[in-house]
């Protein structure tokens, strides 16, 4: 059974950093493309930005809004999966999703979620 | 403002069918794979749809999909009160090189 299970999610104030990590299990994680999607309170999903596998290039992806604040890394040797957040925003509270994502951008395993708040 | 447009809401008696929309663009369902996701309250998404219109195993067989051209439909029968959840698609958009979900419809079952 596929297990993804993220730590790291807190309070923090605007313009600090936060790192989410996400431990993978039940599947071959150095051949899985990842990804983050979050979700805001009361509001729908918002795809954050995925990482391929070592073996496609191990390329990122990040949709606009997070865009040079962002990063997401992995380590194969410990299964995990990073989400390095900086300069962060009021907006970018909300529950983040580690995910599993295929080829085709189709996200096909979730963790429960780690919330983070960013206060003013 | 999503990429994406589904209803904000649709509804219907136990029993019945539903269907949800999602209409996009030449750039995302287009020309790419649409999925559906179903979110119950409370929890994490779940994928119901793959590959337009593929179900995972562990889906039934009540839930099925389809994609014309730039719109895609999810389409749900013999409704049941455990379908009450808030329903996403997405699918990848080639311009923005990133994927795009649409702003949800909350099926509820009357």
């Known amino acids: 059974e596929v297990q993804l299970v993220e730590s790291g999610g807190g309070l923090v104030r605007s313009g600090g950093s936060l790192r989410l990590s996400c431990r993978g299990s039940g599947f071959n994680f150095n051949d899985a493309w990842m990804s983050w999607v979050r979700q805001a309170p009361g509001k729908g999903l918002e795809w954050v930005g995925r990482i391929k596998s070592k073996t496609a290039g191990g390329t990122t992806d990040y949709t606009a809004p997070v865009k040079g604040r962002f990063i997401i890394s992995r380590d194969d040797s410990k299964d995990t999966l990073y989400l390095q957040m900086n300069s962060l925003e009021t907006e970018d509270t909300g529950v983040y999703f580690c995910?599993?994502?295929?080829?085709?951008?189709?996200?096909?395993?979730w963790g429960q979620g780690a919330l983070v708040t960013v206060s003013s | 403002q999503s990429v994406l447009t589904q209803p904000p809401s649709v509804s219907a008696a136990p029993g019945q069918k539903v269907t949800i929309s999602c209409s996009g663009s030449?750039?995302?369902?287009?020309?790419?794979?649409v999925s559906w996701y179903q979110q119950l309250p409370g929890t994490a998404p779940k994928l119901l749809i793959y590959?337009?219109?593929k179900r995972p195993s562990v889906i039934v067989d009540r839930f099925s999909a389809s994609k014309s051209g730039t719109s895609a439909t999810l389409g749900i029968t013999g409704l049941q009160t455990g379908d009450e959840a808030d329903y996403y698609c997405g699918t990848w958009d080639s311009s923005l090189s990133a994927v795009v979900f649409g702003g949800g419809t909350r099926l509820t079952v009357l």
């Open positions: 995910t599993t994502i295929t080829w085709r951008a189709e996200v096909d395993n």
């Open positions: 030449s750039s995302n369902i287009g020309n790419n794979y």
């Open positions: 590959d337009n219109d």
